[in-house]
């Protein structure tokens, strides 16, 4: 006994209920429920949709789909890392690494001048300051598009927003570690010196791939991911 096209979507809109919001996620989890259900039936043919509904659903246990949607995010927000990196390595090969090597010396040279300091210090607010109005305005953007198709993807959640939002977080706990810092670049040692030159140029090549580089190349990578998202583009 195979589910009807009207049950289909019933199952969709039983997952929406049950605080899955990601289209990818939601399919996935349809297609789960209808292969169960449809089993279900098997040994049980006059039992009832939702009383065969019902019987899968209380297999994913007290939680639901929650533990799912948190492993779905913890498997994707990893794919995100692997993106990350691979925008990172091309990055780190000529003529850009040049432009580095360049960048680190100007930032270690220009700790030898007064209030040196504060400038670092400025230039990590700048780039948190950035990225929250920014991930502002693509969560906003998102929801407009969202509103309009009625699909919200993972991935794509995670490339326009999380991913800034986690990278964010993250500076700003180096910005709190910077903050009580020693204040006196020359008064450290020159690894030290070094090394904060290389922080400072990382920490502003990693924002410009997360917010610039990466969602620019947002559409082929979710196509790449989502044979169907491709659909909902034509």
């Given at each position: 006994?195979?589910?009807?096209?009207?049950?289909?979507?019933?199952?969709?809109?039983?997952?929406?209920k049950?605080?899955?919001?990601?289209?990818?996620?939601?399919?996935?989890?349809?297609?789960?429920?209808?292969?169960?259900?449809?089993?279900?039936?098997?040994?049980?043919?006059?039992?009832?949709?939702?009383?065969?509904?019902?019987?899968?659903?209380?297999?994913?246990?007290?939680?639901?789909?929650?533990?799912?949607?948190?492993?779905?995010?913890?498997?994707?927000?990893?794919?995100y890392?692997?993106?990350?990196?691979?925008?990172?390595?091309?990055?780190?090969?000529?003529?850009?690494?040049?432009?580095?090597?360049?960048?680190?010396?100007?930032?270690?040279?220009?700790?030898?001048?007064?209030?040196?300091?504060?400038?670092?210090?400025?230039?990590?607010?700048?780039?948190?300051?950035?990225?929250?109005?920014?991930?502002?305005?693509?969560?906003?953007?998102?929801?407009?598009?969202?509103?309009?198709?009625?699909?919200?993807?993972?991935?794509?959640?995670?490339?326009?927003?999380?991913g800034?939002?986690?990278?964010?977080?993250?500076?700003?706990?180096?910005?709190?570690?910077?903050?009580?810092?020693?204040?006196?670049?020359?008064?450290?040692?020159?690894?030290?010196?070094v090394?904060?030159?290389?922080?400072?140029?990382?920490?502003?090549?990693?924002?410009?791939?997360a917010?610039?580089?990466?969602p620019?190349?947002?559409?082929?990578?979710?196509?790449?991911?989502?044979?169907?998202?491709?659909?909902?583009?034509?």
């Amino acid at each position: 006994m195979k589910l009807t096209n009207q049950q289909i979507d019933q199952l969709y809109k039983f997952t929406r209920k049950h605080y899955v919001e990601h289209y990818d996620l939601q399919t996935e989890l349809v297609d789960h429920l209808a292969n169960d259900i449809e089993s279900i039936w098997k040994e049980s043919p006059s039992l009832s949709f939702e009383k065969a509904l019902n019987t899968s659903f209380k297999k994913f246990g007290v939680f639901g789909f929650m533990d799912i949607v948190e492993q779905k995010q913890s498997q994707l927000r990893k794919r995100y890392f692997k993106i990350l990196l691979s925008f990172t390595k091309q990055w780190f090969q000529l003529p850009k690494i040049f432009l580095t090597v360049i960048g680190v010396l100007v930032l270690y040279k220009i700790q030898e001048f007064k209030n040196s300091y504060d400038l670092y210090f400025g230039i990590l607010f700048l780039l948190i300051l950035v990225q929250s109005v920014i991930m502002v305005a693509n969560n906003r953007r998102l929801k407009r598009k969202h509103k309009i198709s009625g699909k919200k993807w993972m991935l794509e959640d995670i490339i326009q927003v999380q991913g800034i939002f986690n990278f964010s977080f993250l500076l700003f706990n180096l910005f709190q570690c910077f903050s009580i810092g020693n204040k006196d670049f020359l008064g450290t040692t020159e690894p030290i010196r070094v090394l904060y030159a290389v922080f400072m140029v990382a920490a502003i090549i990693l924002t410009y791939i997360a917010l610039f580089l990466i969602p620019k190349k947002s559409e082929e990578l979710l196509k790449k991911h989502y044979p169907e998202y491709t659909l909902e583009l034509t």
